[in-house]
């Protein structure tokens, strides 16, 4: 399928599949979407706190180099786990303009270390920042019981539903341990009811900008 980088509303680039004409994050701001959905509602509900993560969907990195970021300011030590199944080509993360965007040159070699080092391989991007990615399918993931918190960023339900189903979520419950959370920027109602199927509890909370709204799973 035939890929472009597009610059975002905010500044910031994403990828964009024609063919689908689906990108790899928001068009109204891929940095402004990352810290909403995945920064202040969720990965700041756990200030002071040693946490593991799980995001669905690694793609370009952001999400990822954004959490290292701001870990840093809430005080926490992270176990990163990123899965993802078709890696994004080295061109591509070349053409990802984020680590000058978030006036982060100071910390360009981990952005890049990210996308540099093998699968599979556990990495120590910082004393309290041990990060892995995982070249995996969503339907193969069988973690138990090892999250605090999923950030849920897989293409959108209109192009891939089978990745919104409710065996996934049956799996993203699974690996949440219990009081663990599950941030999506997603909020339709069959979505919803995938959720509430496997047993999560879902808040819909206001979306990031140029999305009306979002959801937020509780595991209880």
């Keep these: 399928m035939k890929r472009e980088i597009i610059q975002t509303n905010d500044g910031s680039t994403t990828i964009h599949i024609e063919e689908w004409d689906e990108c790899y994050h928001s068009k109204f701001g891929a940095i402004q979407e990352a810290q909403h959905v995945f920064i202040k509602n969720g990965l700041s509900l756990f200030e002071n706190k040693t946490i593991s993560i799980l995001e669905i969907g690694f793609g370009t990195g952001l999400n990822a180099f954004i959490t290292f970021l701001e870990s840093q300011k809430l005080n926490q030590s992270i176990d990163y786990v990123g899965v993802e199944a078709y890696p994004v080509s080295p061109e ?15 910390e360009r070699g981990v952005f890049d270390k990210m996308h540099e080092c093998n699968w599979e391989e556990v990495v120590f ?8 990615k995982r070249n995996q399918f969503f ?36 690996a949440l341990k219990p009081n663990g959370i599950l941030v999506t920027y997603a909020a339709r109602g069959v ?6 199927e496997v047993g999560f509890t879902v808040e819909k909370l206001a ?11 509780s595991k209880f």
């Design 92 to 106: 591509e993360v070349l053409l990802m303009n984020y680590v000058p965007e978030l006036k982060a040159e100071n």
């Design 125 to 132: 991007l910082r004393n309290d920042f041990v990060f892995t």
């Design 139 to 174: 339907q193969d993931i069988d973690d138990l019981e090892k999250f605090d918190l999923i950030y849920f960023d897989a293409f959108g339900y209109r192009v891939q539903p089978e990745l919104w189903s409710t065996a996934i979520f049956q799996k993203m419950y699974k």
């Design 191 to 196: 979505i919803k009811r995938s959720m509430v």
């Design 207 to 217: 979306g990031p900008p140029g999305k009306r709204e979002m959801f937020r799973a």
